[in-house]
């Protein structure tokens, strides 16, 4: 059974640091697409950032640019989120997905086929 479970977040202060883990189970992570996403209260849910794995190319979205930066641990089955800077307007529930055929590692919820259940990340002082 394919299983992505994310963890790391929590409650942080402005200006804090929080590195969120999308660990996989079930497959290996070789050559997939892996997205973070993130959906705050009232919104929809948003593209922040995708890796492929072993390959190793990556994008961001313009919000998040500078100040997040994604990673592949493969020893692991894991891709990696660190945050830095963190705003109040970060806080949001943090969502990562996977799927093996895409193109440009993509952004939108639409490509990609497997999803975690997402990890809360509250910034506030």
């Known amino acids: 059974q394919l299983q992505l479970v994310e963890s790391g977040g929590g409650l942080v202060q402005p200006g804090g640091s929080l590195r969120l883990s999308c660990a996989a189970s079930g497959f290996t992570l070789d050559y997939w697409h892996v997205g973070w996403f993130r959906q705050a209260p009232g919104k929809e849910r948003e593209g922040i950032s995708c890796?492929?794995?072993?390959?190793?190319?990556?994008n961001y979205a313009v919000s998040v640019k500078g100040r997040f930066t994604i990673s592949e641990d493969n020893a692991k089955n894991t891709v990696w989120l660190r945050i830095n800077n963190l705003k109040p307007e970060d806080t949001a529930i943090y969502y990562c997905a996977a799927t093996y055929s895409a193109y440009d590692c993509p952004l939108t919820e639409s490509a990609y086929s497997y999803w975690g259940q997402g990890t809360q990340v509250t910034v506030s002082s």
């Open positions: 890796i492929r794995n072993s390959v190793g190319s990556t």
